[in-house]
């Protein structure tokens, strides 16, 4: 087996040979960033396996064996790269970045299934339906996330339940305040995604009744203020 | 005898039934007692049937199961640390997503559970049919529907309790996303011995449960809490309560049939609350509540209770001689067993009648409309009925803040009840404003109830910030649909507590009227509470204590002394050493100024309460408030009444 070092030598030997006529261990040194001694210490290793044909001070050519495998691990890195970089629209230096570390462990069936994603979406891209622009769209609003409704306080039409008025379902998105009354808020089924509506109010306007789970629930003003709403 | 023995919890939400359905089981044979180090109350009850013996165990109704609220704990406690051999759940059939809730809570602790059904006829009034063969299956374990009240189903719930040492453990429980269970798995590692570790890790994950001073457990349950809050974008609590709900409805939607919308369903509640809980309306009929409250339990409950006292004077006026024995028999216990007996008719009717309140649904209405007012001065809505029985007698107002369901709101009301004026005290002010102001009784006495309420105001809100400084209960509850209540259930919560006043209170009561009857009677052969007797000499010798408030008799000192007793006997004692009550007027305008007066009157209103409501306190809230209550009600009582007396002399008014 071959460690993902190794791996990595046979790709960066395999992209120094397309554009160097004759690859030297320096040259690798040089684009590891590491000594050079390093760099023939891991050659012999390499030659040993049958990966690389190297004689000391001379050019280093990959075995056919070699070539195979480097041709592998480098349509691996692109495969990655291309997915992060064009398909999720990572930035293209942590898309490079990732790719390196990606490509040794990701497995054939899934590179697969990212190179058939890729096309899939050039072949909807083709057909008017633009899946990465409506992505790249919805990851810059992030509305919601799953069923889960996300509470921002800038949001517009979210409230504290304590100013809505009486008779307008709300729906709950978040509870805060006092952790002792949120969980008894929690256990008695005021909880994110239920509809609430205040049915009645005390003499003074607080405390008020609500209507939840289909059943009536007094709250003071401080415990209205800890529930977050949406009109519905 | 029986072959065989299981502890079964009874469990359920408030408002469920649970309370006739565990009489319905235990009848009679109660234990009614508090929860050790606590003091709520906890009801046991043994029974034998088919060869094996019961012990039920009425566990607090709650709605959840956190460490959060003192009733919550002692559940969980019991349900996890006693671990019973099988949990009774009592379930509201109209209301089941909530009950259904606290249910999913204790299916997960992994105990044993027999899910009862209860109140089936209200939920078939309002469209809800529930399909126990598919909850049975469900859930691999029976269901059983009952309407307690009526005593239907009882028979199908003995049958499973019969058959309990062969039941199965609920095979259905809530599973979460990912890193929640993650979390949990790892979580529960920390609690290897525990069969309910699953609750538990899920307890110390959504912070239903404290974490012990284990710092290492709670850096780990915090990094969890992390990474859950940034895998589901939301907070654990949330999250877990979401999924726990989420897999209720679930149920619901398999087992639930709803006939009509859920607006139809709370239809004949929302017609009754529209006036009951009506902005304006609902005021002024909750004064008429109060009104007719108080009418019941003190115009209609005290002469039941004047024939107790004369019954017992009369008793004792058969006791002939003179001698030490007679007078034992007649001042010392025949007078003790009255101190005691004579509360039984008000405190019956009391808790007769909040028993109705409670089971018709109107007390927590009750507290919805004070509460604004109440939470202003300090308090609880729910304080509201124990403060204003208060000024009927203190003993059944100690005895109510049982109502309330926080621990510090009961405690800062009863230690509050006290400075509200007792009927008791009112012969001490009327003996007293009839000699000295003619012309202005009323104004008079009705200032006292004023300082008497101000007093119990500044005590509450004081000692909230002294002892509960983050102690805002919240007004959290449930507004249960009305039903008829059962006059029955009412009779027998009533008796239970005037038992457990006799048995509990009755002996505190008793004893120290033995205790005065003996420093009154000694040295043998003095004339009874005469200045040679051991009382008189201690009046004596605390007298001058109360010469800066301006009465420094030794009787006025007896009589405050014997006013601990019960405050009317404060007049009695004046009429016995100031020779009878025909120069009673005379001697007390000769001992007594106008001033000196108004000072004893402040005095009488707020020195201790009297034994009796020392022992509600001890047995409501335990003997270090007593304590306190005592040592706070001295100090105010003496100090107000020097404040009276100095600042009317530096007046002119002496």
């Known amino acids: 087996m071959l460690t993902h070092t190794a791996e990595d030598y046979l790709e960066r030997i395999y992209m120094l040979s397309l554009r160097l006529e004759r690859v030297k261990s320096s040259d690798i040194a040089k684009e590891f960033g590491i000594r050079t001694p390093s760099v023939i210490s891991a050659l012999k290793l390499l030659k040993e396996k049958g990966f690389v044909h190297y004689r000391k001070h001379g050019a280093v050519t990959l075995s056919e064996k070699g070539m195979e495998r480097a041709l592998d691990v480098y349509d691996r890195h692109k495969t990655t790269y291309r997915f992060l970089r064009f398909v999720l629209g990572v930035p293209d230096g942590i898309a490079s970045a990732d790719a390196c570390g990606m490509e040794h462990s990701v497995s054939p069936e899934t590179a697969d299934a990212m190179k058939d994603f890729f096309s899939f979406i050039r072949l909807k891209k083709d057909a008017g339906v633009d899946i990465q622009g409506e992505f790249q769209k919805f990851r810059k609003e992030k509305p919601t996330v799953g069923k889960r409704a996300r509470y921002s306080d800038t949001d517009s039409g979210t409230r504290r339940l304590s100013v809505v008025k009486d008779g307008i379902r709300c729906v709950i998105l978040k509870l805060d305040g006092d952790r002792e009354v949120k969980r008894r808020l929690l256990d008695m089924g005021v909880i994110p995604g239920e509809t609430v509506e205040i049915r009645n109010r005390g003499p003074l306007g607080f405390p008020i009744e609500i209507l939840i789970q289909g059943y009536v629930l007094t709250l003071r003003r401080d415990e209205a203020e800890s529930v977050i709403v949406r009109e519905a | 005898m029986a072959d065989k023995s299981f502890v079964i919890a009874v469990a359920g939400n408030p408002n469920s039934g649970k309370t006739s359905l565990f009489n319905r089981l235990t009848g009679s044979n109660l234990k009614v007692g508090n929860w050790p180090g606590v003091t709520v109350e906890k009801k046991e009850g043994e029974i034998c049937r088919a060869d094996i013996s019961f012990t039920f165990v009425d566990i607090p109704g709650t709605y959840g199961l956190s460490a959060r609220s003192e009733d919550e704990r002692i559940a969980m406690d019991f349900l996890t640390k006693a671990r019973p051999d099988a949990v009774i759940v009592v379930l509201d059939s109209a209301n089941f997503n909530r009950n259904f809730y606290l249910f999913t809570l204790i299916m997960e602790m992994g105990l044993k559970v027999i899910p009862v059904l209860n109140m089936t006829d209200m939920a078939e009034k309002r469209g809800i049919t529930l399909h126990t063969d598919r909850l049975a299956a469900i859930f691999g374990i029976p269901f059983v529907k009952t309407i307690a009240s009526r005593g239907k189903g009882i028979s199908a719930l003995w049958k499973v309790l019969e058959g309990v040492g062969e039941l199965r453990k609920p095979v259905h429980l809530p599973v979460y996303p990912e890193p929640v269970e993650t979390a949990v798995q790892v979580l529960m590692e920390r609690f290897p011995k525990e069969a309910s570790s699953r609750f538990r890790a899920l307890g110390v994950l959504d912070g239903g449960i404290v974490i012990p001073g284990n710092d290492e457990l709670r850096k780990t349950v915090a990094r969890f809490q992390g990474e859950i809050e940034e895998e589901l974008q939301g907070e654990p609590d949330e999250l877990i309560a979401e999924k726990r709900y989420e897999f209720v409805y679930s149920v619901a939607k398999e087992c639930v049939e709803r006939r009509m919308s859920t607006e139809q369903k709370v239809a004949l509640t929302d ?206 509850m449930e507004l249960p649909a009305y039903h008829v209540p059962s006059v029955k259930t009412a009779a027998h919560s009533a008796g239970i507590r005037t038992l457990f006043f006799i048995r509990k209170a009755g002996t505190f009561i008793f004893g120290s009227v033995m205790v005065i009857w003996v420093l009154a009677s000694l040295p043998l052969g003095v004339p009874y509470a005469s200045a040679q007797s051991i009382i008189g000499r201690i009046g004596s010798a605390v007298a001058p204590v109360f010469h800066p408030a301006g009465f420094d008799s030794w009787q006025a000192a007896v009589a405050l002394i014997f006013g601990f007793l019960a405050k009317e006997v404060v007049v009695g004692t004046f009429g016995v050493l100031y020779g009878g009550q025909a120069a009673l007027s005379s001697a007390i305008g000769a001992h007594f100024s106008a001033l000196s007066a108004m000072s004893f009157m402040v005095m009488t209103l707020i020195y201790i309460p009297c034994v009796a409501t020392i022992a509600v306190i001890r047995r409501e809230i335990g003997t270090k408030w007593a304590a306190l209550s005592v040592g706070i009600s001295v100090t105010l009582g003496y100090g107000l009444a020097v404040v009276v007396f100095q600042v009317g002399k530096a007046l002119g008014m002496g």
């Open chain 2, 271 to 476: 017609r009754i609350d529209r006036f009951v809980t009506n902005r304006y309306l609902g005021g002024p009929l909750f004064l008429f509540a109060m009104w007719l409250l108080f009418f019941l339990v003190f115009t209609v409950g005290n002469p039941f209770a004047d024939w107790i006292n004369r019954g017992f004077g009369v008793l004792s006026s058969f006791v002939p001689g003179s001698g030490l024995f007679a007078s034992f028999i007649r001042e010392g216990l025949i007078a003790g067993v009255g101190a005691v007996l004579v509360f039984v008719p008000n405190i019956f009717i009391l808790f007769f009648l909040i028993a109705i309140m409670e089971d018709s649904g109107y007390l927590s209405r009750a507290a919805f409309v004070a509460d604004r007012f109440m939470h202003a001065l300090g308090l609880h809505g729910k304080s509201f009925i124990p403060m204003l029985l208060g000024f009927g007698c203190n003993i059944p107002a100690v005895m109510a803040v049982r109502t309330l369901e926080n621990e510090k709101d009961r405690v800062l009301t009863a230690l509050a009840i006290p400075y509200m004026s007792c009927s008791a005290r009112l012969p001490v002010y009327l003996l007293f404003v009839g000699i000295f102001f003619t012309r202005y009784q009323s104004t008079v006495v009705f200032s006292l109830y004023l300082l008497g309420i101000f007093i119990a105001v500044l005590v509450a809100r004081t000692l909230r910030r002294i002892f509960f400084t983050k102690a805002v209960s919240p007004l959290v």
